[in-house]
Nanobody
Framework: QVQLVESGGGLVQAGDSLTLSCAAS????????MGWFRQAPGKERTFVAA????????NYVGSVKGRFAISRDNAKNTVYLQMNSLKPEDTAVYFC?????????????????WGQGTQVTVSS
């Protein structure tokens, strides 16, 4: 069993930055990939970014490339999502997820464990 707890969300203005964290416990964190997904009001949950078990491979949705950066600290069992130049359309609940296969996959159905989410609101 893997427990994931997100933190770092909040209300910011357009152009600001935020860093989300996801702390993992349970199994060996360094052996599985981590992903960030988001769900805007009235919309389906969509992929944002993912990082492989080693950290050497990352994957981003096109709309956040160059603005967001995913990273991990295996010593702290934590994955981060640095979000810069935030836009109102980035407003959503952000979820982290763990994929025991270890690949930086963008498909939500391959992830085995999910956190409860953290709200990010970007005002214009």
């Amino acid at each position: 069993q893997v427990q994931l707890v997100e933190s770092g969300g909040g209300l910011v203005q357009a152009g600001d930055s935020l860093t989300l964290s996801c702390a993992a416990s349970g199994r060996t964190f360094s052996s599985y990939a981590m992903g960030w997904f988001r769900q805007a009001p009235g919309k389906e949950r969509t992929f944002v970014a993912a990082i492989s078990w080693s950290g050497r491979s990352t994957n981003y949705v096109g709309s956040v490339k160059g603005r967001f950066a995913i990273s991990r600290d295996n010593a702290k069992n934590t994955v981060y999502l640095q979000m810069n130049s935030l836009k109102p359309e980035d407003t959503a609940v952000y979820f982290c997820a763990a994929d025991l296969r270890g690949y930086a996959d963008d498909r939500s159905d391959v992830y085995d464990y999910w956190g409860q989410g953290t709200q990010v609101t970007v005002s214009s």
